[in-house]
């Protein structure tokens, strides 16, 4: 058994306040005995799209640097949900990508955002991720003592096969740092977390965005993280405003679940 955490947040264009926002609740989290702590899509930065292209940096730049220090001092396995990741070939455009740091603070495993989020939520509200967002192109799936993580992003969540897919690589526990809209949030968001929490029958941490942002749009995220077990039950949700949904993960959970119903023996992969 071991703790979780879910974090979520109001992240902005100030950076500098985004670290100390995040700062503050990873440690909070880690203070409670989180082994495990993520935080949600666009942790660094929330903000207008040439900023974001502008600002964005390598792997081995100073914004994973500070939380790969922040998992080392805390001993923690820390999930930066994502960060703008710079492309050297590509000045237009950057990664949406989550990092993930063990408690040595080094880098264990990348993922790069696949499905991106060209949308129109309403008539006024209408989003185009790729202008400004190169797609990555490969399902990850990490190793850790805690389990085996499987990671996504936001708008990845819709997509049912990318999580067939993270099940049969080995994944146990779901990572889904998210920025949901509130008028999508308010649909499906959490129906669509435990649906992906009972076809993968895994634990699915989704961080989330909340509140005011000051994008073009001044967006408004829904929030709602929260923690979901293998049978889709809620564990954790977070209130309104910044905070943390916390909740105990049972490792074992996952074989139970999966040898009561064996729907990996039952899938037709065909169809
Ligand atoms: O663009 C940024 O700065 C930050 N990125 C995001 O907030 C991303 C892409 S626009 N949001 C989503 O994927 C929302 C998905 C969603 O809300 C749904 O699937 O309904």
């Known amino acids: 058994m071991f703790l979780a955490a879910a974090v979520q947040m109001t992240s902005t264009s100030d950076a500098e306040a985004n670290w100390r926002q995040a700062r503050s609740l990873v440690e909070r989290a880690a203070g409670y005995g989180a082994a495990l702590v993520a935080t949600p899509e666009n942790t660094n930065f929330l903000g207008p799209a040439p900023e974001k292209v502008r600002l964005a940096e390598p792997i081995d730049g100073p914004t994973c640097r500070r939380f790969g220090d922040l998992a080392r001092s805390l001993g923690i396995h820390l999930l930066l949900g994502s960060f703008n990741e710079r492309i050297e070939r590509d000045p237009a455009r950057c990664h949406n990508t989550s990092v993930l740091f063990g408690p040595d603070g080094q880098v ?10 060209d949308v129109d939520v309403s008539e006024s509200v209408r989003y185009r991720e790729s202008d400004q967002i190169a797609p990555g192109s490969a399902a990850v799936v990490t190793r850790t003592p805690l389990g ?5 992003i936001c708008y990845d969540l819709r997509f049912g096969n990318l999580y067939r897919r993270l099940v049969r690589e080995g994944a146990e526990i779901l990572c889904v740092p998210s920025a949901f809209t509130l008028t999508t949030g308010r649909a499906h968001w959490e129906p669509l977390v435990r649906a992906r929490a009972i076809e993968c029958q895994g634990f699915v941490i ?5 509140g005011r942002h000051d994008d073009e749009g001044l967006r408004e995220t829904f929030g709602h993280a929260m923690i979901v077990d293998p049978w889709g039950q809620v564990l954790a949700t977070a209130a309104d405003g910044p905070g943390l949904a916390l909740a105990e993960i049972d490792p074992g959970l996952v074989a139970r679940v999966r040898r009561s119903i064996p729907v990996a023996d039952h899938l037709h992969p065909e169809l």
């Open 108 to 117: 264990q495993a990348t993922y790069r955002k696949i499905h991106l989020f």
């Open 148 to 152: 085996t993580l499987g990671l996504s």
């Open 206 to 210: 989704a961080p989330a965005q909340c």
